[in-house]
């Protein structure tokens, strides 16, 4: 079992709903990401969060907006979402410490389908 | 910008087979170097990483990896596959900093191990 937390596991959601996607970590992780991933596809960068602080955003579409409201949580507000955006979400955490980047730990993902 | 290359997009083998994985990199600076393995319906395990020091890293499940920095590469090895490491492989790679940043994956290798 993976120590990063996702829930829900699956959603759909109509292209008008609001919806939110919600990660938790307890490792004591100052680091958290959400990526996307499509079928047989590799994992892409959305967001990352340093101390509860965004520091990237791939240039990702405002529809997406993501909030983390302590060092344990991380979620993702979803609204008028488009059918491409169907896909899995992958929330990762990940230490801050020394100087080399920490490897991340990944959830089991939420799986979108947007119809 | 780093990007990563891998060039067996899927690769069968017969248990007790060697395996090697090919990785490529490009990053005009230093870099951290993960692989990571994706069992069918499970979230992405870190196999290994390779910070600095010996080139030579050893990971979980009997897998290595060799850092050829000349090369820019970072290629997966297991001296014998078992069934049970058919999954799907994607070599990572980060910028070296002292923060969290992105991490790009290669676009995967699906390895079937055939009994």
């Known amino acids: 079992d993976t120590e990063v937390t996702q829930t829900p596991k699956h959603l759909v959601m109509g292209m008008t709903n609001k919806k939110s996607l919600k990660c938790e970590q307890h490792?004591?992780?100052?680091?958290m990401y959400w990526y996307k991933q499509k079928a047989k596809k590799p994992p892409e960068l959305m967001f990352v969060?340093?101390?509860?602080?965004?520091?990237i955003n791939e240039s990702v579409p405002s529809r997406f907006s993501p909030e983390c409201p302590n060092s344990s949580l991380l979620n993702l507000h979803l609204h008028a979402l488009q059918p491409e955006d169907s896909a899995l979400y992958l929330c990762?955490?990940?230490?801050?410490?020394?100087?080399?980047?920490?490897?991340?730990?990944f959830g089991d993902g939420t799986r979108l389908s947007i119809l | 910008a780093q990007s990563v290359s891998q060039h067996n997009h899927h690769v069968i083998l017969s248990e007790a087979a060697s395996l090697e994985l090919g990785c490529n990199y490009s990053?005009?600076?230093?870099?951290?170097l993960f692989w990571y393995v994706q069992y069918p319906g499970q979230h992405l395990q870190l196999l290994l990483k390779?910070?600095?020091?010996?080139?030579l890293v050893k990971g979980i499940k009997g897998f290595e990896a060799e850092f050829i920095k000349s090369k820019f590469s970072f290629n997966l090895r297991k001296p014998s596959v078992q069934w049970s490491d058919t999954a799907e492989y994607f070599c990572?790679?980060?910028?070296?900093?002292?923060?969290?940043?992105?991490?790009?994956f290669g676009t995967g290798t699906r390895l079937q191990v055939t009994l």
């Open positions: 490792m004591g992780h100052r680091a």
């Open positions: 990572a790679v980060t910028p070296f900093t002292g923060t969290a940043s992105k991490l790009t």
């Open positions: 390779y910070f600095s020091g010996d080139p």
């Open positions: 969060y340093s101390y509860e602080k965004l520091s």
């Open positions: 990053y005009g600076g230093t870099v951290n």
């Open positions: 990762a955490s990940s230490a801050l410490v020394g100087v080399s980047n920490q490897p991340q730990h």
